[in-house]
C-alpha cells in the first residue's frame, strides 16, 4: 500500500515569509502526488499534482512542489506566505484500485497560520 | 459548469439510526468517491463507483454502503450509527478512471451522532 507523511501537524509562518509544508511517500511503484488545500468548512481545492511530466510542478495561488525521488519527497513551496493562505493542507498519493480506477490516500495534514 | 454538490450539509443522528447522504457529481463526470474525515485527521477513502458499480472499497464495515445512479449522482447510506461515524463525509467526483485525473470535492456533510 501506498502512503504520504507530513511532518508538522501545525506551520506558523509570518506574512511575506517563505512557506515550506513537508510530505514525503512511500510507494513501490512511481507515484502521482497531490496537494490539496481545506479552508473551514469548505471541502478539499487540488493545489497542484506531479504526474511525471516535470518534477517541478506548479500550482494555483503561487504555489509549487518539487517532486525529489532520491528523497522520497514532495515538498510545498510558496516563496511569499498571505495571509488568505492559512488553511489545512493535505499531501496525498493515487492508488489504484482492484476494480479499475483509483482513491487517494491522504496524510494527516498541516495547519498553515499566517501572522502579521 | 456545476460542481460537485452535496445535501445535507449538517445532520444529526442518535447511535442506531440510519443515515442517507447525497451527491451531484460535476457535469460529465462518471465517477465519484465516498471519503470519511474524522476532526483533526485526513479524508479516508470509503469506496468508489464508476458506471453504477463498486470499484472499490477502503476498510470500512459493510454497514457502510452506497449507489450511484445513470445521472452518475450517488448515496452514501450508513446503518446502524456508531458515535465513531462522526465526521465530515466528502463526495469527490472525476472523469475516467485514469490514476491522475483530478477528483473534485463536494463541499462536504457534517455528521454528527449522539
Known amino acids: 500500500a501506498q502512503s504520504v507523511t507530513q511532518l508538522g501537524s501545525h506551520v506558523s509562518v509570518s506574512e511575506g515569509a517563505l512557506v515550506l509544508l513537508r510530505c514525503n511517500y512511500s510507494?513501490?511503484?512511481?507515484?502521482?502526488l497531490f496537494w490539496y488545500v481545506q479552508y473551514p468548512n469548505q471541502g478539499l481545492q487540488l493545489l497542484l499534482k506531479?504526474?511525471?511530466?516535470?518534477?517541478l510542478v506548479k500550482g494555483i495561488n503561487g504555489f509549487e512542489a518539487e517532486f525529489k525521488k532520491s528523497e522520497t519527497s514532495f515538498h510545498l513551496t510558496k516563496p511569499s506566505a498571505h495571509m488568505s493562505d492559512a488553511a489545512e493542507y493535505f499531501c496525498?498519493?493515487?492508488?489504484?484500485?482492484?476494480?479499475?480506477?483509483?482513491?487517494?490516500?491522504f496524510g494527516t495534514g498541516t495547519q498553515l497560520k499566517v501572522e502579521l | 459548469e456545476t460542481g460537485v454538490t452535496q445535501s445535507p450539509t449538517h445532520l444529526i443522528k442518535t447511535r442506531g439510526q440510519q443515515v442517507t447522504l447525497r451527491c451531484s457529481s460535476q457535469?460529465?463526470?462518471?465517477?465519484v468517491s465516498w471519503y470519511q474525515q474524522a476532526l483533526g485527521q485526513g479524508p479516508q477513502f470509503i469506496f468508489q463507483?464508476?458506471?453504477?458499480?463498486?470499484?472499490g472499497r477502503g476498510n470500512f464495515p459493510p454497514r457502510f454502503s452506497g449507489l450511484q445512479f445513470p445521472n452518475y449522482s450517488s448515496e452514501l447510506n450508513v446503518n446502524a450509527l456508531e458515535l465513531d461515524d462522526s465526521a465530515l463525509y466528502l463526495c469527490?467526483?472525476?472523469?475516467?478512471?485514469?490514476?491522475?485525473?483530478?477528483?473534485?470535492f463536494g463541499p462536504g456533510t457534517r455528521l454528527t451522532v449522539l
Open positions: 510507494s513501490s511503484v512511481p507515484p502521482y
Open positions: 457535469s460529465g463526470h462518471n465517477t
Open positions: 469527490a467526483s472525476s472523469s475516467g478512471q485514469v490514476p491522475y485525473n483530478e477528483q473534485f
Open positions: 463507483y464508476y458506471r453504477e458499480e463498486e470499484n
Open positions: 496525498a498519493v493515487s492508488e489504484g484500485l482492484t476494480g479499475g480506477g483509483n482513491k487517494l490516500t
Open positions: 506531479y504526474t511525471s511530466a516535470a518534477t
